[in-house]
């Protein structure tokens, strides 16, 4: 009996030391990053979620899926009512630009999206890609290794459960990074949260990450006979160059700002100075909601 109490604590000290050895270093982390480049990582599927939420307010979810060999989708949301407001699937686009008059389809689009520096700053980008000789491309590239490779201050990993490892640090300009990582998964990385100095909020949110996982569910129709019951006016358009191009990427930017624009009126006044004219946001608003109801129904987050 009088040894029991030793034994114990023999046994608790010998449990430390087993759960300190399974918590790796920040430098063999380092090493389990890696960045994805498609189409061309051999992967068999690849997921994820993104969310930004920058201060002014504008609060964006979009959701990545790519199945091998040649399936891709984007899916992209006002996250604060999840009305969607860029959708890629089956090489279709729609753009819900509120300040449109009508939905615009486009009938051959390639999704690309790219999470990479440039400079000082981390850019998340979404688009679509028109054909080039014919041919849809589709493009995702995540650079994660310059992103952690920047994280040079204050790091510190510690252990969570179902064999997780929580990352956290800061770079030279006092942006700070938390991380969720599973060492013994084939793609380590399992989330990413990028913070700005003085912003509660995650200014960059990567989750759900999902590297070949057979699981994975992609969508593959876009659903062209539900949108056409709905009754939402939508335009099918082909753009003929560089001009109309752009000037449809254009329309998807303010798709993005328009619809946190009404609810904000100093974005209001951001927006009508960069288009140069004055703006019927009552009537804008009116339009959206009806519209909106419709789509939510018909596009819902992954």
Known sequence: MKKTPLLAMVLIV????????????????????????????NLSS??????????????????VRYHAPDCYSLHVFD??????????????????????????????????????????????QFAFNMPIDGKINNRIELDFKTMFARVTENVSVESASAGAIIFSGTTSKK???????????????REVNLYIEDEPLPILQISDIGVDAASQTAAILFPMTE????????????????????????????????RSAIRNQQLREKIEEMIGQRVDWAAIE???????????QIFKPL
């Open 79 to 124: 996250d604060h009512d999840q009305t969607p407001v860029l959708i890629i699937i089956d090489h279709k686009a729609l753009i819900n630009d509120p300040m449109a008059g009508s939905l615009t389809l486009i009938a051959s689009a390639g999704v690309a999206f790219d999470l990479v520096p440039r400079g000082e700053e981390y850019n998340a």
């Open 227 to 258: 949108l056409a019951a709905s009754g939402v006016e939508y335009s099918q358009i082909e753009p003929q160059g560089m001009v109309d191009t752009a000037l449809v990427a254009t329309s998807v930017i303010k798709a993005v700002f328009a």
């Open 14 to 41: 010998l449990l430390t030391a087993v759960a300190q050895a399974q918590t790796p270093s920040a430098e063999s982390l380092m090493k389990l990053i890696r960045d994805i480049r498609l189409p061309q990582d």
């Open 286 to 296: 009116a339009s959206d909601a009806a519209r909106s109801e419709k789509l939510r």
């Open 175 to 189: 942006s700070r990074c938390t991380a969720v990582l599973t060492p013994d998964e084939k793609f380590a990385l």
């Open 46 to 63: 690849l997921a994820f979620d993104m969310r930004m939420n920058l201060p002014m307010p504008l609060n964006i979810l979009c959701q």
